[in-house]
């Protein structure tokens, strides 16, 4: 694996079980993200978008097929491994947010820091250095429940920073938000990623989220169907 | 923010549910403390008896008296009820006859009667214990206040209790004459008694004889104390003292005090099955509370898991929750112990005097389990059996639902709306 693909998959397969019946979410999944990409995966609701992320994020374990993060195989790591992998390798962020509500915006970003072991003060400050990155330092002491959607989904990708993630994983992020709250999130992921080399993996529905990527999979099926530059908009936006 | 942080804002959130969950703990609790603290009592009440009618291990009296054969025809006869009658007593020659019982240690004979006393025109009614000094002191553990006890016999002394001589208000070596039917007899009043309460203070001790000589009852006794070897043996010797004399009845102490002490046990281990019942449902309430919590926060857990939670951190997050409910619980219980401990042991104490007075031949002598102060014991110990009880029922009631929640993998629990 070249040294500046973060993310490397190889032929994976998922499949589920419902009941009596199988359904293969993932049919053979190649994909080589490079450090600095924003990716964005795009397909039809049930298309494999969020099993894939899953899989990457090591939620989730592929049945078959190799699957490399940041140099590591985590289809061989254990449990125990696959949870201090997700900590320290990669940051989540959801469509709903998803923060803890009986923490406070800080405490949510801390969160991730608390579990790694850092100390309380050293990870105040860099849960503060963070929320002004975001531009939400002003709602440190504020609970989820009483801010806003947009503003919950920049705590969500605060608290997805606060390990130096190798790669930021946002499922369906601009989901609940209408058109200038979206805008504004990806002129954050922008930012982070111009800042920081950040990488993103998105998986998401929405046209204007997928022409800032600089890399777009069209997933149908549990397939790679294609791979689109974002000048390409417009041919991705026909299935 | 830690652990605990996260913990209390989760309980705190859901108060109403946490109260009612920590209270369902806290009755049980509290039931089992008070237990532990009335436990503790009976014992110390069993002792307190023991100690206060040690020396006397039987107490040999007329086995024809009884309420019906006594009490009603004299007062048929228009009797008083007070006065000695010849059927209430026993004859001297029966002392003899007992001495001879192996492992009898030693007997005191005791007359007693009513008389008064006048003084300045103020007339008490008293309780006169005619005992044989040398004897009596050996078989009693009467305690002097004041003064001393009775030289011997022959001699006209008297020893007062404390309620007497304070209403009396005279001092050691004065003059006091007791006056029965039409007899005035002057005792030169040597001591004062001390007993367990006032009531227990309206008697009076003399020489037997003399009480024999004012009563013109001579060689009659109303009781004898006896005094025995080896004290576990004083039922075994008490049998042996109604098969050599059928006419004397028998009263051993001990027993009575094993048989208050069985009726408190009765009592406890009723109340010992309501706790643990209510304990149980007590566990019941918590898992209930913890399962619903496990579920309403089924998404919670994933996201902690999906940032980087260990199965280990969810297990203990929700095990340290059901834990601090369970503390809670078991310190609100010690409150209520300590207030139902107040209530559960008058009870007791009402069922361990009826067992005691429902024997035969109890001496008015002999203290009255009425007249021991009650106070119940509430002692470190308890309180912290009662907080780790608390802690107990915590973690068992919370071992199922952490572990649910440790089984849920986050991509399911994230999907959970």
Known sequence: ?239 | MNMFTIVLRNITKRKLRAILTVLGVAVGIGLMFSLLSISATGTQRSLELIRRISGVDIVVYNGTRSFLSNVIPRAQQGLRLLQPSVQQYIDMQVLDQIYTIPGVYTLSPVLTFRASITLAGNTINVGVYGVDPSSYSEVSSLEIDEGRFLSGLGVYEIVLGRAIADELGIPIGSNVVLEYGNNSITFTFVGIYRAINRFAENSVYIPIDIAQNITGLNNKVTQILIKCVDPSQAQNIAHQITTLLPGVAVFVPTISVQSATQAINTITYFFTTIGLVAITAGVFGVMNTMTMAVAERTREIGIFKAVGASNTFVLKLFLLESTILGLIGGGIGVFIGIILSYIIAPMLAQVGTQRFFGLPGRGSNQPSIQQIQFNPSITPLGIAISLVLGIIVGVIAGIYPAYRAYRLKPVEALRHV
């Open chain 1, 1 to 239: 694996m070249s040294k500046s693909i973060i993310v490397q998959l190889r032929n994976v397969v998922k499949t589920y079980r419902y009941g009596r019946q199988y359904v293969q979410a993932l049919r053979g999944i190649d994909l080589d993200i490079q450090r600095g990409e924003i990716v964005c995966i795009v397909g039809p609701s049930g298309s494999g978008k969020t099993t894939l992320l899953n899989i990457i994020g090591g939620l989730d374990r592929a049945d078959t097929g190799k699957v490399i993060v940041d140099s590591v195989d985590i289809r061989s790591l254990r449990d125990r491994e696959l949870v201090e992998f997700r900590l320290r390798k990669i940051g989540y962020v959801f469509q709903f947010y998803n923060l803890v509500p009986m923490l406070s915006v800080l405490e949510n970003v801390e969160l991730p820091l608390y579990l790694l072991g850092v100390k309380e003060k050293e990870r105040k400050e860099k849960a503060l250095k963070l929320l002004q990155l975001v531009g939400i330092e002003h709602l440190a002491d504020r609970t989820p429940d009483i801010i806003s959607g947009g503003e919950q989904q920049r705590v969500a990708i605060a608290r997805s920073l606060a390990t130096d993630p190798v790669v930021i994983l946002m499922d369906e992020p601009t989901g609940a938000l209408d058109t200038e709250n979206t805008k504004k999130l990806m002129d954050l992921v922008k930012k982070l990623n111009r800042e920081l080399s950040q990488t993103f993996i998105i998986a998401t529905h929405d046209i204007l989220v997928s022409k800032e990527c600089t890399k777009i999979y069209a997933l149908r099926d549990g397939k790679i169907i294609s791979i689109y530059r974002p000048s390409e908009i417009s041919k991705l936006f026909q299935f």
